[in-house]
């Protein structure tokens, strides 16, 4: 067999998966799938290492059990002019003390005045002295303590450590300022021919101590809290009060001065306010609004201090011979006037407390 007779060799057929087309037996390799795209690798926020415990954040805590707790906001501080009006109605209220004693102690009028109200407790005191007795009874060093340690442990149990140091302050300040004025301050000059003329009662110690334990309750409970303690607060104050004018302890004067001395230091104390003195913001940060029973309490305790106010103005004049006053005297008016003073400064002091509060601890 020749070269010219010998059978060419068989070529390879192609694979069938691998020809996409048949002219002139060409052959193409099949598209390749796409290259993936490279990307960069993420690198993590910085922060702090493990198990080192960094910056406070916004990202909510947890409690025991995996409960997200709302988390504070970090920065907040107490408003400046929020502040500012407190210092003013401090200031107001100090002043408020020496215009009393001014009126009612320096003068012979305001004695006089002073006076017949003291005298007129005598009528129908066998039947209010059962009633006022144990509220006066309740009244005490032991209640001083436990109404101050039942305030401070409530602002320690909300994690306020300088709430805590406002209520304690506010509580010793008040009853320590009171004994100081009595007794090393004002005097009492003896322009009456009455029995211990010249022995200085004002402020009252009694009432001093009621109103600053609910004063200090006012500033360390909740705020959603704060005006349901203030209505009562204010009760409780001026039935203390109103229970030393009936035994003939205290003049009204004694009573009102000391109901000022208490708000002096109660807005003292929430004119210096902190970052821990703050209430919580709502809605993660959100600032806190006034609460609608705040503005209804507060409105409610100042319609009575207008009304109970009118009458004991009409009353005082009376007893001092002016002419718009009520056209009543005696000892009996003065009396009762007294009461309504008292209750008039008791219910105007808390409405305010209660303003000054809620508008300082704001976020």
Same mark, same amino acid.
């Given at each position: 067999?020749?070269?010219?007779?010998?059978?060419?060799?068989?070529?390879?057929?192609?694979?069938?998966?691998?020809?996409?087309?048949?002219?002139?037996?060409?052959?193409?390799?099949?598209?390749? +799938?796409?290259?993936?795209?490279?990307?960069?690798?993420?690198?993590?926020?910085?922060?702090?290492?493990?198990?080192?415990?960094?910056?406070?954040?916004?990202?909510?805590?947890?409690?025991?059990?995996?409960?997200?707790?709302?988390?504070?906001?970090?920065?907040?501080?107490?408003?400046?002019?929020?502040?500012?009006?407190?210092?003013?109605?401090?200031?107001?209220?100090?002043?408020?003390?020496?215009?009393?004693?001014?009126?009612?102690?320096?003068?012979?009028?305001? @004695?006089?005045?002073? @006076?017949?109200?003291?005298?007129?407790?005598?009528?129908? @005191?066998?039947?209010?002295?059962? =009633?006022?007795?144990?509220?006066?009874?309740?009244?005490?060093?032991?209640?001083?303590?436990?109404?101050?340690?039942?305030?401070?442990?409530?602002?320690?149990?909300?994690?306020?450590?300088?709430?805590?140091?406002?209520?304690?302050?506010?509580?010793?300040?008040?009853?320590?300022?009171?004994?100081?004025?009595?007794?090393?301050?004002?005097?009492?000059?003896?322009?009456?021919?009455? +029995?211990?003329?010249?022995?200085?009662?004002?402020?009252?110690?009694?009432?001093? $101590? &009621?109103?600053? $334990?609910?004063?200090?309750?006012?500033?360390?409970?909740?705020?959603?809290?704060?005006?349901?303690? &203030?209505?009562?607060?204010?009760?409780?104050?001026?039935?203390?009060?109103?229970?030393?004018?009936?035994?003939?302890?205290?003049?009204?004067?004694?009573?009102?001065?000391?109901?000022?001395?208490? =708000?002096?230091?109660?807005?003292?104390?929430?004119?210096?306010?902190?970052?821990?003195?703050?209430?919580?913001?709502?809605?993660?940060?959100?600032?806190?609004?006034?609460?609608?029973?705040?503005?209804?309490?507060?409105?409610?305790?100042? $319609?009575?201090?207008?009304?109970?106010?009118?009458?004991?103005?009409?009353?005082?004049?009376?007893?001092?011979?002016?002419?718009?006053?009520?056209?009543?005297?005696?000892?009996?008016? +003065?009396?009762?006037?007294?009461?309504?003073?008292?209750?008039? $400064?008791?219910?105007?002091?808390?409405?305010?407390?209660?303003?000054?509060?809620?508008?300082?601890?704001?976020?």
């Amino acid at each position: 067999m020749t070269d010219r007779t010998r059978p060419l060799p068989e070529l390879p057929q192609p694979s069938r998966s691998r020809v996409t087309g048949t002219a002139k037996g060409y052959t193409q390799p099949a598209a390749s +799938a796409p290259r993936a795209r490279k990307t960069r690798p993420v690198r993590p926020p910085a922060g702090p290492p493990s198990g080192q415990v960094g910056p406070p954040s916004a990202a909510p805590s947890r409690r025991f059990g995996g409960r997200p707790t709302p988390a504070r906001v970090p920065g907040l501080q107490p408003r400046l002019r929020p502040r500012v009006i407190a210092g003013v109605v401090a200031v107001l209220a100090l002043w408020g003390v020496w215009a009393t004693w001014d009126t009612f102690v320096a003068s012979e009028r305001g @004695q006089r005045a002073d @006076q017949l109200a003291l005298e007129g407790a005598a009528r129908g @005191q066998g039947v209010l002295w059962e =009633l006022a007795e144990p509220v006066l009874g309740v009244v005490s060093n032991t209640f001083v303590g436990l109404g101050l340690a039942a305030a401070v442990i409530l602002a320690l149990a909300r994690g306020r450590w300088w709430l805590a140091a406002q209520v304690a302050i506010l509580v010793a300040g008040s009853n320590l300022t009171t004994q100081v004025l009595k007794h090393a301050v004002l005097d009492r000059p003896a322009l009456l021919d009455v +029995a211990r003329a010249d022995v200085n009662t004002l402020p009252s110690g009694h009432t001093t $101590v &009621a109103a600053s $334990v609910a004063a200090g309750l006012l500033i360390a409970v909740p705020r959603r809290w704060r005006p349901v303690v &203030a209505v009562v607060g204010a009760a409780y104050t001026g039935a203390t009060g109103v229970s030393t004018l009936i035994g003939q302890w205290h003049r009204p004067s004694d009573v009102v001065a000391a109901i000022l001395v208490v =708000l002096a230091w109660g807005a003292g104390v929430c004119a210096v306010s902190s970052a821990s003195s703050l209430d919580a913001p709502r809605g993660g940060g959100e600032r806190g609004g006034v609460e609608p029973g705040s503005s209804s309490a507060a409105g409610l305790l100042l $319609v009575g201090a207008l009304g109970t106010g009118a009458l004991a103005l009409g009353a005082l004049g009376s007893v001092r011979g002016y002419g718009w006053a009520l056209p009543i005297g005696g000892d009996v008016t +003065a009396y009762t006037g007294g009461l309504f003073g008292v209750v008039a $400064v008791t219910l105007g002091s808390f409405a305010l407390l209660l303003l000054v509060r809620q508008s300082t601890a704001r976020p």
